[in-house]
């Protein structure tokens, strides 16, 4: 989930600074690793201050680098064949002592922080409902007699959606679930965004239609959830 262990630091290494995890609480709405509340955003389906993912980043941009070309894991030795290689491996040993420095004590409960996350759910899914657009326009503008007429000449009215019939902790549980999909999706389109080629842009059309069905979805769970509370 959380990627920062600590390397032993090779002798040909200068030496680095005794670890002190910090003895701060995490709270709702904090980062989960350091308990910082700095530009919290979403992060390997987690929230992560901007400090955590900078350094995230940098380990997995240096894991990216070595395998790309075959090279040594990252591990603890900064033996490297160039002066390029030697840079990724004291880059991400670098980050991963500030993980370790500012790393909270005592992690929380991931029970705890999921149900932090549900009010954050709740917003997501009301914003993605009023991005959606109206299966079909015009309708606030109809008056009350074409309502009624069309009414008759097609099929009766659906009746109204009871709130013992919907399970609100469902609809959560199940926009937490598409949340943690956009999550992924958005990181895909990431990694493909620079990318050229009939490949790349097909993998990013694949990726935007993927993102599309899940803003749908939310948009509907949202308009469930709204016809519960009524």
Not at 172 to 191: E, H, I, K, N, W
Request: some cysteine; proline content about 6%; overall charge positive.
């Amino acid at each position: 989930m959380i990627d920062a262990q600590t390397l032993d630091v090779p002798a040909e290494t200068t030496k680095l600074h005794t670890v002190r995890p910090t003895s701060r609480a995490w709270v709702p709405g904090a980062c989960v690793w350091c308990g910082d509340d700095d530009a919290v955003e979403m992060y390997r389906n987690e929230p992560r201050c901007g400090t955590c993912r900078e350094k995230e980043e940098i380990i997995e941009g240096a894991r990216r680098f070595l395998g790309m070309y075959g090279l040594r894991p990252l591990g603890g030795t900064l033996q490297s064949d160039d002066e390029e290689e030697r840079e990724w491996r004291v880059n991400a040993r670098d980050a991963r002592q500030v993980l370790n420095q500012i790393k909270l004590a005592t992690p929380p409960d991931p029970a705890l922080v999921r149900k932090a996350l549900r009010p954050r759910a709740a917003a997501v899914v009301a914003e993605s409902a009023v991005a959606t657009p109206r299966a079909v326009t015009g309708t606030a503008t109809r008056t009350p007699s074409s309502t009624r007429s069309t009414r008759t000449a097609a099929a009766p009215a659906p009746a109204a959606v009871r709130s013992d019939a919907v399970d609100l902790e469902e609809i959560q549980s199940r926009a937490l679930a598409l949340l943690d999909q956009m999550t992924q999706v958005d990181a895909q389109l990431a990694q493909v965004a620079e990318q050229s080629g009939l490949a790349a842009r097909a993998r990013r059309s694949d990726l935007e239609k993927q993102k599309a069905t899940i803003m749908r979805t939310l948009g509907a769970l949202e308009k469930a959830r709204q016809s519960a509370q009524r």
